[in-house]
C-alpha cells in the first residue's frame, strides 16, 4: 500500500495526487508516468509525473477527473493509501542543448509539462511556456512555471486572463514575430496535440507530443496502448509515452480511445447508483450544500 | 365561453391579430416571429426575468420585456435593432458570469467539436462545453451563438460547488445554473409538486428543495419536468449524460401502465437514451426513467436456456425450441399465461397458442388478480378537468397514474371539489374538500354518500381491488351514476378483457391453476408468473425478458423482445387503442414474443400429448412464530413498478428507494409501542404466511395499521387482505424468513 501524502483539488476537476513511492522517486526521470489504482476494484491507469522528490521519496501527478477510476481517485483523502503504485515506465525526454524550447500544455498538461521544462531550463535551454485554460479559473501553476522558464505566456479561451485563443494562437504568433525554436513541446488533450501536430507541419518544427492512451499494464505486454507512428505501429508505454508530433495518426489514436467507451459509461452508472459518488464531495474552494 | 375580442399589430412588418391580453411574445410566435428568450417556457407564467425578449414599441418608453407586456391594438413591435442587440449581448454576457464556461466565447469551438464529438469526456463538475452532457443539444450554447456574443467584459468565477448527486435520476451541476427558474415554476405550475424552488438571495441563489433535503424525502415526483425545463447541462438525466444529443426519436406508447401515455423515444444507434413526454403530454417516473434501464442488455434475459443437471444453461433457439416440443408432449393439461403488459397483438397469439395449438382451456392472466373486475371506464381526463366533483379511493399518485394527478389539479382550479377516501396519506389530500380516512377495509361504508353529487367522477386505485372491500366499493359505484376511472396498473389489462384471455370452457384461473386437485401439469408463461417458487408442474416454457425468481424454475427460458424493440398496439384503460413501435431491435438472440409464438405453434401444432409420471404436490406449510403480541390490520398491495410481471426495482435502482417494496410501514407510535425503529427487520405472519420485511415509520399511517407494498412475485394477495397480521420479534425475522423459504422449496 502507499501512502497518499496530498490529495487536493487545485481547479475544478483538476487534481494534484503526491504518492509516498521511494521505489519510483529515486529513478523517475522527467518525461515517464506511473500507473496506479484507486482501489483493489480499480482500474489501471497511467498518469504523467508532474514532479518529484527524490529526498522525500515522493512522486507527484496532476490528473483530470475524467472518467470512472479518476472519479474514484478524486475521492481518495490526504492520509489515505492506494494498492498500486508502479513506475517509472516509460522512455524518459531526451533534454540537451537545443536552444530554445516552447512548452505548450493545458489541462493535467501543464502538470506534466513542468518537469520536462525544468530540465531543459537545467541544460541551459531558453524555455518559453504558454499555458492555456478554457478560462482564467482553470489555471493552476503559473506562478511554479514562471519561476523556472523564461518567458511564461497565458492564453485563455475566452480572455478573461492573459491573451485571447489557446496555445497555438500563440506559438503562431510567436513564429510569425521571428521565433526560431529548436523544440516544441505539446502535452494535454488530443485537440492541442493535433493542432499542434498541424501547425508543426505547416512551419516545419521538432514536436513532441506525449500520448495519452488507454494502458493496462504499461511494459508493452497487454497491447491497449498501440498507437501509430510514422506509419510504424507502436506501444505508447514503452516506446513512448513521447513521439513526433507529427507522425502520429491521431485519427486511429481518437478511435482507440472511444472504444471502452460503452464500458465506462456502464461503470458510471454503476458506481452512481451504488450511491459511494453521492455521499463523498470533492474538496471544493467554494460553500458546499448538502 | 364568449370569444375574446381581437386586436391587430403589427410586428416586424408583419401584421398578426391576437386575443387581447396575449403578450407581445405569444403575438410574434403566431407571427412567426423568433425573439431570444430564456426564462419564457411553455406551460408556465411569464417572470420578465431574463429580459432577453426585450422589444421596442413604437409610442412606448423604454424597452419592454415581450413575455410580460400585453398586445394592444394598432401596437407597432420591432423586435430586432442595434441597441435590442447590443441589450441582449450584455444581459447575455451577465448570464455568463453565472454560467462559467469559456467554451462559449472559443474561437476554435467549432473545430475543437469537430475533433471531439460532443459531450466527449466525463468529467465530475462541467469545466467546458466538451466536458458537458448538455453539448450540442444547449439551448444556452444556441443563444450565445445567435446573439453572436463574443467577449467577456466581466471576470468569471466558478462557484466550486460538487455536484450533487443524491437524486436517484438526476444530477445537479449548480456551477452552470442561470437561474432561469424555469424548473422551479414547472415543478410548481405543471406538476404541483412545490418539490424545489430559488432558495437564498443573491450570490448565493441555489435551486434546492426546502432545507437541501433528499429529493426522496421532498414532493419530488422525479417526472423529469425539471430536467426538460433546464436550457443549461446543470440538471442532467444521469443515465444518458455523456451520451450526446440523440440521432432518432420514436414516437411510442408507455407499456408501464394502462393510461396509455405517449412518449418519444429517443435513440443513439442501436440504444434507447431517453423517454420523454410527446409533445402536451405528461409522464410519471415509471415513463421518465424506467425505460432506458429496463431495456439494457445487461439487465435482460438474452439467450435461450434449458434445464441441465438442475442447472439453467444457455444454448441455441433449435435446441431450446425442441426441448420445448418434447416437455410439452409430456403434459395433459398445460396453462397457458399473457401477461397484462402484452400487446394486443401477443395476447392474441397466446390465445391462439391455447386454444387452437395445445387446445387446453386454462388460459389467463395475471389481470383480474391484481387489477380486479373492473368495470368499462366511463371518465377521461377531461371529465377530470371539467368535473364538479371528484371521489378518489385508494390514489397514490405521485409515482404512478401521475398524469391523473395532474388532470385533478386542474380540475379543482375550475372548481370541482375533491372528496378523498384514504386510509393511508397521499399527496392529494392537502387539496381535499373532504379527507376520509377509514382503516383499510372500511373503504365502501367511508365513500356510499359521496357519490351522489351531479358531475361526479370516481377515481379508484388498484390497491382497492386488491384489497376484500373491492367488490363492494364498485356494487356502490356502478349504482351510483358516477363516471367511473378505475386507475389499471397494466399496460393491457383492458386488451386482456376485451380479446378473452381467460379460463375457457372446463378451463381453471390462474389462482386455482396449482392447487392440489388441480389437473394442471404444464406451463407456457408469456411475460413473468408472478411465482416465487416451481408449482408442480412436469414442464415450465418461460418465455421471459429477464432472469428472475420466476425463470429461475422453469425447464426453458425464451429471451422475448420488450415494448420498445416490437410493434403493435396496446389498449388503453379508457378503451384506446395505442399504437406501440419499435424504436430499436431487440438484442441478437431476442425474438418479439409474436414470433415465439409462431414458431412454437409450428412445433407443437397437432402434438400428440400424454401424461408422464404424476408430479407430487407439497401440502403448504404453516409458520409459527413467537408473539410480539401486538397485532396490527394490514393492508396488502402489489407494487405499481412491474412491467411484463417483473420489478422494475430490480432493473433500475433509483426507483428502490420510490417503491418501499418488502418494507412494512407503520405509524411511529405504534413503533415506539412495539419497540421498532426505521430500518429493523420484523417477522409479520398472517393466517395464510409470513414474511420478513424492513420497517419504516411514517406518519401517513393510521395507528393500527400498517401497508405492506409487495413486489410482483410475492405471494402477498392470498387470503384476506387487509388482515391482523401479527408481528414477531426481530430474533424472529430470520427464522420467519428460512421457514417461508423452505415453505416454498
Same mark, same amino acid.
Given at each position: 500500500m502507499y501512502e497518499i501524502v496530498e490529495r487536493r483539488q487545485l481547479v475544478p476537476d483538476h487534481h494534484v495526487l503526491t504518492i509516498h513511492a521511494p521505489h519510483v522517486a529515486?529513478?523517475?526521470?522527467?518525461?515517464?508516468?506511473?500507473?496506479?489504482?484507486?482501489?483493489?476494484?480499480?482500474?489501471?491507469?497511467?498518469?504523467?509525473?508532474?514532479?518529484?522528490?527524490?529526498?522525500?521519496?515522493?512522486?507527484?501527478?496532476?490528473?483530470?477527473?475524467?472518467?470512472?477510476?479518476?472519479?474514484?481517485?478524486?475521492?481518495?483523502?490526504?492520509?489515505?493509501?492506494?494498492?498500486?503504485?508502479?513506475?517509472?515506465?516509460?522512455?524518459?525526454?531526451?533534454?540537451?542543448?537545443?536552444?530554445?524550447?516552447?512548452?505548450?500544455?493545458?489541462?493535467?498538461?501543464?502538470?506534466?509539462?513542468?518537469?520536462?521544462?525544468?530540465?531543459?531550463?537545467?541544460?541551459?535551454?531558453?524555455?518559453?511556456?504558454?499555458?492555456?485554460?478554457?478560462?482564467?479559473?482553470?489555471?493552476?501553476?503559473?506562478?511554479?512555471?514562471?519561476?523556472?522558464?523564461?518567458?511564461?505566456?497565458?492564453?485563455?479561451?475566452?480572455?478573461?486572463?492573459?491573451?485571447?485563443?489557446?496555445?497555438?494562437?500563440?506559438?503562431?504568433?510567436?513564429?510569425?514575430?521571428?521565433?526560431?525554436?529548436?523544440?516544441?513541446?505539446?502535452?494535454?488533450?488530443?485537440?492541442?496535440?493535433?493542432?499542434?501536430?498541424?501547425?508543426?507541419?505547416?512551419?516545419?518544427?521538432?514536436?513532441?507530443?506525449?500520448?495519452?492512451?488507454?494502458?493496462?499494464?504499461?511494459?508493452?505486454?497487454?497491447?491497449?496502448?498501440?498507437?501509430?507512428?510514422?506509419?510504424?505501429?507502436?506501444?505508447?508505454?514503452?516506446?513512448?509515452?513521447?513521439?513526433?508530433?507529427?507522425?502520429?495518426?491521431?485519427?486511429?489514436?481518437?478511435?482507440?480511445?472511444?472504444?471502452?467507451?460503452?464500458?465506462?459509461?456502464?461503470?458510471?452508472?454503476?458506481?452512481?447508483?451504488?450511491?459511494?459518488?453521492?455521499?463523498?464531495?470533492?474538496?471544493?474552494?467554494?460553500?458546499?450544500?448538502? | 365561453?364568449?370569444?375574446?375580442?381581437?386586436?391587430?399589430?403589427?410586428?416586424?412588418?408583419?401584421?398578426?391579430?391576437?386575443?387581447?391580453?396575449?403578450?407581445?411574445?405569444?403575438?410574434?410566435?403566431?407571427?412567426?416571429?423568433?425573439?431570444?428568450?430564456?426564462?419564457?417556457?411553455?406551460?408556465?407564467?411569464?417572470?420578465?426575468?431574463?429580459?432577453?425578449?426585450?422589444?421596442?414599441?413604437?409610442?412606448?418608453?423604454?424597452?419592454?420585456?415581450?413575455?410580460?407586456?400585453?398586445?394592444?391594438?394598432?401596437?407597432?413591435?420591432?423586435?430586432?435593432?442595434?441597441?435590442?442587440?447590443?441589450?441582449?449581448?450584455?444581459?447575455?454576457?451577465?448570464?455568463?458570469?453565472?454560467?462559467?464556461?469559456?467554451?462559449?466565447?472559443?474561437?476554435?469551438?467549432?473545430?475543437?467539436?469537430?475533433?471531439?464529438?460532443?459531450?466527449?469526456?466525463?468529467?465530475?463538475?462541467?469545466?467546458?462545453?466538451?466536458?458537458?452532457?448538455?453539448?450540442?443539444?444547449?439551448?444556452?450554447?444556441?443563444?450565445?451563438?445567435?446573439?453572436?456574443?463574443?467577449?467577456?467584459?466581466?471576470?468569471?468565477?466558478?462557484?466550486?460547488?460538487?455536484?450533487?448527486?443524491?437524486?436517484?435520476?438526476?444530477?445537479?451541476?449548480?456551477?452552470?445554473?442561470?437561474?432561469?427558474?424555469?424548473?422551479?415554476?414547472?415543478?410548481?405550475?405543471?406538476?404541483?409538486?412545490?418539490?424545489?424552488?430559488?432558495?437564498?438571495?443573491?450570490?448565493?441563489?441555489?435551486?434546492?428543495?426546502?432545507?437541501?433535503?433528499?429529493?426522496?424525502?421532498?414532493?419530488?415526483?422525479?417526472?423529469?419536468?425539471?430536467?426538460?425545463?433546464?436550457?443549461?447541462?446543470?440538471?442532467?438525466?444521469?443515465?444518458?449524460?455523456?451520451?450526446?444529443?440523440?440521432?432518432?426519436?420514436?414516437?411510442?406508447?408507455?407499456?408501464?401502465?394502462?393510461?396509455?401515455?405517449?412518449?418519444?423515444?429517443?435513440?443513439?444507434?442501436?440504444?434507447?437514451?431517453?423517454?420523454?413526454?410527446?409533445?402536451?403530454?405528461?409522464?410519471?417516473?415509471?415513463?421518465?426513467?424506467?425505460?432506458?434501464?429496463?431495456?439494457?442488455?445487461?439487465?435482460?434475459?438474452?439467450?435461450?436456456?434449458?434445464?441441465?443437471?438442475?442447472?439453467?444453461?444457455?444454448?441455441?433457439?433449435?435446441?431450446?425450441?425442441?426441448?420445448?416440443?418434447?416437455?410439452?408432449?409430456?403434459?395433459?393439461?398445460?396453462?397457458?399465461?399473457?401477461?397484462?403488459?402484452?400487446?394486443?397483438?401477443?395476447?392474441?397469439?397466446?390465445?391462439?397458442?391455447?386454444?387452437?395449438?395445445?387446445?387446453?382451456?386454462?388460459?389467463?392472466?395475471?389481470?383480474?388478480?391484481?387489477?380486479?373486475?373492473?368495470?368499462?371506464?366511463?371518465?377521461?381526463?377531461?371529465?377530470?378537468?371539467?368535473?364538479?366533483?371528484?371521489?378518489?379511493?385508494?390514489?397514490?399518485?405521485?409515482?404512478?397514474?401521475?398524469?391523473?394527478?395532474? $388532470?385533478?389539479?386542474?380540475?379543482? =382550479?375550475?372548481? %370541482?371539489? *375533491?372528496?378523498?377516501?384514504?386510509?393511508? !396519506?397521499?399527496? @392529494? #389530500? /392537502?387539496?381535499?374538500?373532504?379527507?376520509?380516512?377509514?382503516?383499510?377495509?372500511?373503504?365502501?361504508?367511508?365513500?356510499?354518500?359521496?357519490?351522489?353529487?351531479?358531475?361526479?367522477?370516481?377515481?379508484?386505485?388498484? $390497491?382497492?381491488?386488491?384489497?376484500? =372491500?373491492?367488490? %363492494?366499493? *364498485?356494487?356502490?359505484?356502478?349504482?351510483? !351514476?358516477?363516471? @367511473? #376511472? /378505475?386507475?389499471?396498473?397494466?399496460?393491457?389489462?383492458?386488451?386482456?378483457?376485451?380479446?378473452?384471455?381467460?379460463?375457457?370452457?372446463?378451463?381453471?384461473?390462474?389462482?386455482?391453476?396449482?392447487?392440489?386437485?388441480?389437473?394442471?401439469?404444464?406451463?407456457?408463461?408469456?411475460?413473468?408468473?408472478?411465482?416465487?417458487?416451481?408449482?408442480?408442474?412436469?414442464?415450465? #416454457?418461460?418465455?421471459?425478458?429477464?432472469?428472475?425468481?420466476?425463470?429461475?424454475?422453469?425447464?426453458?427460458?425464451?429471451?422475448?423482445?420488450?415494448?420498445?424493440?416490437?410493434?403493435?398496439?396496446?389498449?388503453?384503460?379508457?378503451?384506446?387503442?395505442?399504437?406501440?413501435?419499435?424504436?430499436?431491435?431487440?438484442?441478437?438472440?431476442?425474438?418479439?414474443?409474436?414470433?415465439?409464438?409462431?414458431?412454437?405453434?409450428?412445433?407443437?401444432?397437432?402434438?400428440?400429448?400424454?401424461?408422464?409420471?404424476?408430479?407430487?404436490?407439497?401440502?403448504?406449510?404453516?409458520?409459527?412464530?413467537?408473539?410480539?403480541?401486538?397485532?396490527?390490520?394490514?393492508?396488502?398491495?402489489?407494487?405499481?413498478?412491474?412491467?411484463?410481471?417483473?420489478?422494475?426495482t430490480r432493473r433500475v435502482p433509483g426507483l428502490a428507494p420510490l417503491a418501499l417494496e418488502d418494507v412494512v410501514r407503520i405509524h411511529p407510535d405504534d413503533a415506539a409501542r412495539?419497540?421498532?425503529?426505521?430500518?429493523?427487520?420484523?417477522?409479520?405472519?398472517?393466517?395464510?404466511?409470513?414474511?420478513?420485511?424492513?420497517?419504516?415509520?411514517?406518519?401517513?399511517?393510521?395507528?393500527?395499521?400498517?401497508?405492506?407494498?409487495?413486489?410482483?412475485?410475492?405471494?402477498?394477495?392470498?387470503?384476506?387482505?387487509?388482515?391482523?397480521?401479527?408481528?414477531?420479534?426481530?430474533?424472529?425475522?430470520?427464522?420467519?424468513?428460512?421457514?417461508?423459504?423452505?415453505?416454498?422449496?
Open positions: 529515486n529513478k523517475v526521470q522527467p518525461g515517464q508516468f506511473v500507473i496506479l489504482r484507486s482501489d483493489e476494484e480499480g482500474e489501471r491507469i497511467p498518469l504523467s509525473v508532474a514532479d518529484f522528490d527524490r529526498e522525500a521519496g515522493t512522486v507527484t501527478s496532476v490528473f483530470l477527473e475524467a472518467g470512472a477510476a479518476t472519479m474514484k481517485l478524486a475521492r481518495l483523502e490526504t492520509g489515505g493509501t492506494i494498492p498500486t503504485y508502479m513506475g517509472p515506465l516509460g522512455k524518459a525526454s531526451e533534454v540537451e542543448p537545443c536552444g530554445t524550447v516552447v512548452l505548450m500544455g493545458g489541462c493535467y498538461g501543464i502538470g506534466a509539462l513542468y518537469p520536462i521544462a525544468r530540465a531543459h531550463r537545467a541544460a541551459g535551454n531558453r524555455v518559453i511556456s504558454i499555458l492555456e485554460a478554457h478560462t482564467q479559473w482553470l489555471l493552476y501553476w503559473t506562478e511554479r512555471h514562471q519561476a523556472i522558464a523564461d518567458e511564461v505566456y497565458v492564453m485563455t479561451s475566452d480572455g478573461t486572463a492573459g491573451e485571447r485563443g489557446l496555445s497555438f494562437d500563440k506559438l503562431t504568433a510567436l513564429l510569425d514575430g521571428g521565433l526560431a525554436p529548436g523544440l516544441v513541446y505539446a502535452i494535454g488533450c488530443t485537440f492541442l496535440m493535433s493542432s499542434a501536430a498541424k501547425l508543426a507541419e505547416e512551419r516545419d518544427l521538432n514536436l513532441k507530443v506525449a500520448l495519452n492512451t488507454v494502458m493496462v499494464d504499461g511494459t508493452g505486454m497487454c497491447g491497449g496502448c498501440r498507437c501509430s507512428a510514422g506509419g510504424e505501429p507502436k506501444f505508447a508505454c514503452v516506446d513512448g509515452p513521447e513521439f513526433d508530433g507529427r507522425a502520429v495518426d491521431w485519427e486511429g489514436l481518437m478511435a482507440r480511445r472511444r472504444a471502452y467507451r460503452p464500458q465506462e459509461l456502464a461503470t458510471m452508472r454503476r458506481l452512481d447508483s451504488s450511491g459511494k459518488l453521492a455521499s463523498s464531495k470533492p474538496a471544493g474552494k467554494g460553500p458546499h450544500h448538502g | 365561453m364568449a370569444a375574446e375580442p381581437l386586436v391587430t399589430l403589427t410586428i416586424d412588418g408583419r401584421e398578426v391579430a391576437v386575443a387581447a391580453g396575449t403578450t407581445l411574445l405569444a403575438a410574434a410566435d403566431q407571427a412567426g416571429v423568433d425573439i431570444p428568450r430564456l426564462c419564457a417556457y411553455p406551460g408556465i407564467q411569464p417572470m420578465g426575468g431574463c429580459r432577453l425578449c426585450v422589444v421596442q414599441v413604437e409610442g412606448l418608453r423604454g424597452y419592454p420585456a415581450a413575455c410580460t407586456q400585453p398586445a394592444a391594438q394598432g401596437m407597432v413591435v420591432h423586435t430586432e435593432s442595434d441597441e435590442l442587440l447590443r441589450l441582449r449581448r450584455s444581459t447575455m454576457a451577465l448570464l455568463l458570469t453565472k454560467h462559467p464556461t469559456g467554451c462559449l466565447l472559443c474561437l476554435h469551438n467549432t473545430d475543437c467539436l469537430e475533433h471531439h464529438g460532443c459531450a466527449a469526456r466525463r468529467s465530475g463538475t462541467v469545466t467546458g462545453c466538451r466536458f458537458c452532457p448538455n453539448d450540442g443539444q444547449c439551448e444556452f450554447q444556441g443563444l450565445v451563438n445567435r446573439l453572436g456574443l463574443t467577449d467577456m467584459p466581466y471576470p468569471v468565477e466558478h462557484r466550486g460547488l460538487p455536484v450533487d448527486r443524491r437524486s436517484p435520476f438526476v444530477d445537479n451541476d449548480a456551477n452552470l445554473c442561470v437561474l432561469c427558474g424555469r424548473c422551479t415554476r414547472v415543478c410548481a405550475e405543471v406538476r404541483g409538486a412545490e418539490a424545489i424552488g430559488l432558495l437564498a438571495r443573491g450570490e448565493d441563489t441555489l435551486v434546492l428543495t426546502a432545507g437541501d433535503v433528499p429529493r426522496t424525502e421532498t414532493s419530488c415526483q422525479f417526472c423529469g419536468s425539471c430536467v426538460d425545463a433546464c436550457p443549461t447541462g446543470a440538471l442532467s438525466e444521469r443515465v444518458n449524460k455523456w451520451i450526446g444529443p440523440a440521432e432518432r426519436s420514436t414516437p411510442s406508447t408507455c407499456a408501464f401502465c394502462g393510461l396509455g401515455c405517449q412518449i418519444e423515444l429517443d435513440t443513439v444507434g442501436d440504444q434507447v437514451i431517453r423517454s420523454r413526454p410527446a409533445p402536451d403530454s405528461a409522464l410519471c417516473v415509471k415513463g421518465r426513467f424506467a425505460v432506458v434501464e429496463t431495456l439494457l442488455p445487461e439487465n435482460r434475459a438474452v439467450a435461450p436456456m434449458v434445464r441441465r443437471d438442475g442447472r439453467l444453461v444457455e444454448t441455441d433457439w433449435e435446441t431450446a425450441l425442441a426441448r420445448v416440443a418434447e416437455g410439452l408432449a409430456g403434459c395433459a393439461q398445460p396453462a397457458v399465461f399473457a401477461s397484462r403488459d402484452l400487446l394486443d397483438e401477443e395476447l392474441m397469439a397466446a390465445r391462439s397458442l391455447a386454444l387452437d395449438v395445445l387446445h387446453t382451456p386454462h388460459l389467463d392472466s395475471d389481470a383480474r388478480l391484481l387489477d380486479g373486475d373492473f368495470p368499462a371506464t366511463s371518465a377521461t381526463l377531461a371529465d377530470l378537468r371539467a368535473a364538479g366533483r371528484i371521489v378518489c379511493v385508494r390514489c397514490d399518485l405521485r409515482f404512478a397514474h401521475t398524469p391523473v394527478f395532474l $388532470a385533478i389539479l386542474a380540475g379543482l =382550479a375550475n372548481g %370541482a371539489e *375533491l372528496c378523498c377516501v384514504e386510509p393511508f !396519506g397521499t399527496d @392529494l #389530500l /392537502p387539496h381535499a374538500t373532504v379527507v376520509r380516512r377509514p382503516l383499510p377495509g372500511g373503504e365502501a361504508a367511508a365513500v356510499a354518500d359521496l357519490l351522489d353529487a351531479p358531475d361526479t367522477v370516481v377515481v379508484w386505485g388498484s $390497491a382497492l381491488m386488491q384489497s376484500d =372491500a373491492g367488490a %363492494a366499493c *364498485l356494487e356502490l359505484f356502478a349504482a351510483s !351514476g358516477a363516471a @367511473l #376511472l /378505475p386507475l389499471l396498473d397494466g399496460a393491457n389489462s383492458r386488451g386482456v378483457q376485451e380479446i378473452g384471455i381467460e379460463p375457457a370452457d372446463g378451463g381453471r384461473g390462474l389462482d386455482t391453476w396449482f392447487e392440489a386437485d388441480s389437473e394442471v401439469d404444464g406451463l407456457v408463461s408469456l411475460g413473468h408468473l408472478p411465482l416465487g417458487h416451481r408449482p408442480p408442474l412436469r414442464f415450465w #416454457l418461460a418465455v421471459a425478458t429477464s432472469l428472475d425468481d420466476a425463470t429461475a424454475y422453469a425447464d426453458v427460458v425464451l429471451p422475448a423482445a420488450v415494448f420498445a424493440e416490437t410493434s403493435g398496439h396496446l389498449t388503453d384503460l379508457f378503451g384506446e387503442t395505442r399504437q406501440v413501435t419499435a424504436a430499436i431491435a431487440p438484442p441478437e438472440d431476442c425474438r418479439s414474443i409474436v414470433d415465439i409464438a409462431g414458431e412454437l405453434t409450428v412445433r407443437l401444432l397437432d402434438l400428440p400429448r400424454t401424461a408422464g409420471a404424476p408430479v407430487p404436490r407439497r401440502r403448504s406449510l404453516r409458520v409459527r412464530c413467537r408473539l410480539m403480541g401486538e397485532t396490527l390490520l394490514l393492508s396488502r398491495e402489489i407494487s405499481h413498478f412491474a412491467y411484463l410481471g417483473n420489478a422494475l412495539l419497540g421498532l425503529a426505521e430500518g429493523d427487520e420484523v417477522g409479520i405472519e398472517t393466517e395464510t404466511g409470513a414474511v420478513a420485511v424492513t420497517v419504516a415509520l411514517s406518519q401517513a399511517i393510521p395507528d393500527g395499521t400498517a401497508r405492506l407494498v409487495l413486489r410482483p412475485g410475492e405471494e402477498g394477495l392470498h387470503g384476506p387482505n387487509p388482515c391482523p397480521a401479527v408481528f414477531v420479534s426481530e430474533h424472529e425475522a430470520a427464522r420467519v424468513a428460512a421457514t417461508t423459504a423452505a415453505a416454498r422449496a
